[in-house]
């Protein structure tokens, strides 16, 4: 039987919970919608959101609070490729970051790099205007000081990993954190809760209140986040999925200001409740999905020990959520995969549909050589026992 390398994982309650819209004949945007924002705001513990029909909405509206037409904006050369429509749309300037061969996210080091590539390249361009032009300008004024002007950095949790956002937001640019691939990195897994709440347990003694506090939360800090806003995609292929759509949501009141003014858009934009439904029974049923995939990922890990092909390296203490497993070749790509389709599990590109996938850049060298030798191994949770056997074996014996 073949292996998918995606599967969404919709169980009786998640069809139940469609079903019982459907027959209510309540699908367009409505209680449902505000349900999934009550019940997102629950685990995720922001000011405000707004829960809308795509990803592609989510970010175009973020940009929209944030930017002006003709500035700036920072994303990883790995991020989706629909970004650079909603930048077109904006009439914004994308500056491409490269990545390391070792983790596929963007790091301060690398984006302060992109910054000084892309006001080299502004200079140059500068240069070849005319000489009555150069001479029009001051070091204050003119194309050149006018002409470049991040706006803000668009930073893309890719295949799951996180980046270190707290660090980056120390460049003093606003982020807006893109964690539709990696929902559940704050989450701790249930073993390490219990070990932790039997040690607090022994030390808690002398203060039972303290204890009573401590074992009731369930959640780790979220204080993670340092985007001005986030957004948390639903779509077929995320972490939790409603079958399209995103909530774009911020951490405190100052920024929630900027969401809000959004509020009263029209029921076109807004997440419809049939979708709804099935993202609110997503959100329930994380912590049993995210366990799931840490045990599966475990026996992935010992199989890849045996091959002479690498993995990403978190680079942080954040669980991670196991969102793919993902093998950086040796070998190509396109071998590997017709090897694993012979034995009948569907193998796929990492970074097909991203910007360097999409051939966009050629400022980002090591992003573009990933593209070509980085390969996704089916993970998700309704994978069967012998279906992660054969995986394993299938990753050791990799050509």
Known sequence: ????????????????????????????????????????????????????????????????????????VIISALSPRYYLQVLQD??????????????????????????IKEKESAAARLSTLEPAAEMSRDDNSGPAASSF??????????????????????????????????????????????????????SAKKDDKSF????????????QFAGVFCILGLEERDMLTSGGGALLFAMNRKDSALLRNFASLADEYCLPDINSALAVVQFKEAQRNLERRRDIAEVFVKAS???????????????????????????GLKDVIAYAKKKEIILENAFVNTASGAGITDKCPVSNSLVLRTVLFPLYPRLRSQDVERISRLIMTLP
Request: net charge negative; glycine share 4%.
């Open 305 to 331: 020990l045996r091959a002479r092909h690498k993995r990403f390296i978190p680079i942080n203490d954040n669980e991670y959520c196991n969102y793919s497993f993902s093998l950086v070749l040796e070998t």
């Open 149 to 202: 002007e991040i706006a803000a950095i668009v930073l893309h949790h890719t295949l799951g990993f996180t980046p270190d956002a707290l660090s980056i937001s120390e460049l003093g640019i606003p982020i807006i954190e893109d964690i539709s691939q990696s929902y559940g990195f704050w989450l701790k897994p249930e073993s390490k809760k219990d070990e932790e709440a039997s040690s607090d347990e022994k």
């Open 212 to 223: 009573k506090s401590q074992s009731s939360n369930s959640q780790s800090s979220i204080s």
């Open 1 to 72: 039987m073949k292996i998918e390398v995606y599967s969404p994982t919709i169980r009786r309650r998640e069809m139940d919970a469609v079903l019982t819209a459907m027959v209510e004949e309540k699908i367009g945007p409505g209680d449902r919608n505000r349900l999934l924002i009550q019940t997102a705001k629950e685990y995720l513990h922001f000011d405000f959101a707004l829960a809308l029909r795509s990803p592609a909405v989510a970010l175009f509206q973020a940009l929209k609070a944030l930017t002006k037409p003709g500035q700036h």
């Open 90 to 115: 904006l009439r914004l300037t994308p500056v491409y970051c490269d990545v390391t061969y070792d983790f596929p996210c963007m790091t301060r080091d690398l984006i302060e790099t992109a910054i």
